[in-house]
């Protein structure tokens, strides 16, 4: 115990750790009263420098997304809305300003499949609005403090998973995008019913400003977790982390 920090530091850390666990997994930390013994334990780091407490609060965050993933109930569903509901306009959000809002090419537009799939073929936009298509009016959650409600629509996930016959079986589908964006998910949310690969919003096609040509919706994840101007989606057993996530927020995300 000689390696741990003085106490004030220690409070610190203590606190930074309960910051990045999610209000159930919080709740069952301060039943038990979570101490930095506890912390030094739960992690298996001695904390003693920056470093290793650096180290203990990345194994927490990782503790976190597997607790999430634990409570995730597959076949819960986020609520639905009526149409006299829904927000209008509904608000832009990206780690840039509208006007840099990329602007892809619908023509020469292809969607790239890669990793864990046994059909790769690059998919264009109108072989994506083949597939067979479904609409939901669900609430968009973002961590920087407000919701909108938004009619979006496309194929469901699952079965686009299905037709390129990826191993469902695999950890983690990832995302990258027109911009420098990119973000994973986790198999059973990729696969939960409302998970949208979404082509249109409010009944039109996906406007710049929301993600054209395509985004992933999901009601059961925060909106950083929904990438917009979606360009190459892969299946895979290795840690893909995500523009936000790497940056310190939860992987797992749900709403
Ligand atoms: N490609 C891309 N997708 C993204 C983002 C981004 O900056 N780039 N921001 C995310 C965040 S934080 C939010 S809240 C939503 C906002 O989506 P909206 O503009 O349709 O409201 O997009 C998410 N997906
Ligand atoms: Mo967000």
Request: charged share 25%.
């Amino acid at each position: 115990m000689d390696r741990l920090p003085p106490r004030s530091d220690a409070d610190a850390l203590v606190k930074e750790a309960l910051k990045r666990l999610d209000l159930p997994t919080r709740r069952l930390f301060l039943r038990d009263s979570l101490t930095l013994g506890g912390l030094s334990l739960l992690t298996g780091c001695s904390l003693g420098d920056g470093k290793s407490a650096e180290t203990a609060l990345q194994r927490i965050s990782r503790m976190n997304d597997r607790v999430q993933a634990w409570l995730f109930d597959p076949k819960r569903l986020a609520p639905t809305y009526p149409e006299s509901m829904i927000t209008r306009p509904f608000p832009f959000n990206a780690y840039y300003g509208e006007d840099k809002a990329p602007r892809v090419d619908a023509d020469a537009f292809r969607l790239e499949v890669s990793g864990l799939v046994s059909d790769k073929h690059a998919w264009t936009l109108p072989e994506l609005h083949a597939l067979p298509q479904t609409d939901q009016i669900t609430r968009h959650v973002c961590v920087e403090g407000w919701s909108a409600i938004g009619r979006w629509g496309g194929v469901p996930f699952s079965a686009f998973l299905r037709r390129v016959g990826a191993d469902l079986s695999a950890k983690y589908v990832g995302f990258k995008c027109a911009d420098d964006y990119y973000t994973s998910i986790d198999m059973p949310t990729a696969l939960h019913p409302q998970t949208l690969l979404t082509l249109s919003h409010d009944g039109k096609i996906l406007p710049i400003r929301h993600g054209f040509p395509l985004k992933l919706r999901m009601p059961t994840k925060l909106g950083y977790k929904n990438p917009k101007h979606i360009q190459a989606i892969f299946v895979s057993n290795t840690y893909p982390g995500g523009y936000w996530e790497d940056r310190g927020y939860n992987w797992f995300g749900g709403s």
